[in-house]
């Protein structure tokens, strides 16, 4: 069992920064890659970005490419997920979620363990 706890969301201006972030607990959080998915009022959850395990490799939606960075910190069983240039359309709970994984990411991941989400409001 991973229990994740995300953290750091808010209401920001478009053109803003926010930064979240992602503590997880239980079994080794090192041995699952993690990753953020969104769910804006209306829609249906979607996939944010990936990072491996070790942190090697990523994978990003095209929609936040160039503006999200995901990291994490193994030693603090941290994820992190700094967004930059917000706009309104990245309005959502999101996510932060976990599968056990030993490869690279390559691309959206396929979760066994969710958050309770966090709001991100980006007003105009």
């Known amino acids: 069992q991973v229990q994740l706890v995300e953290s750091g969301g808010g209401l920001v201006q478009t053109g803003g920064s926010l930064r979240l972030s992602c503590a997880a607990s239980?079994?080794?959080?090192?041995?699952?890659?993690m990753g953020w998915f969104r769910q804006a009022p209306g829609k249906e959850r979607e996939f944010v970005v990936a990072?491996?395990?070790?942190?090697?490799?990523?994978y990003y939606a095209d929609s936040v490419k160039g503006r999200f960075t995901i990291s994490r910190d193994n030693a603090k069983n941290t994820v992190y997920l700094q967004m930059n240039s917000l706009k309104p359309e990245d309005t959502a709970v999101y996510y932060c979620?976990?599968?056990?994984?030993?490869?690279?990411?390559?691309?959206?991941?396929?979760?066994?363990?969710w958050g309770q989400g966090t709001q991100v409001t980006v007003s105009s």
């Open positions: 979620a976990a599968e056990r994984k030993d490869t690279a990411v390559v691309g959206p991941i396929f979760p066994r363990y």
């Open positions: 239980g079994r080794t959080a090192s041995n699952y890659a």
């Open positions: 990072i491996s395990r070790r942190g090697g490799s990523t």
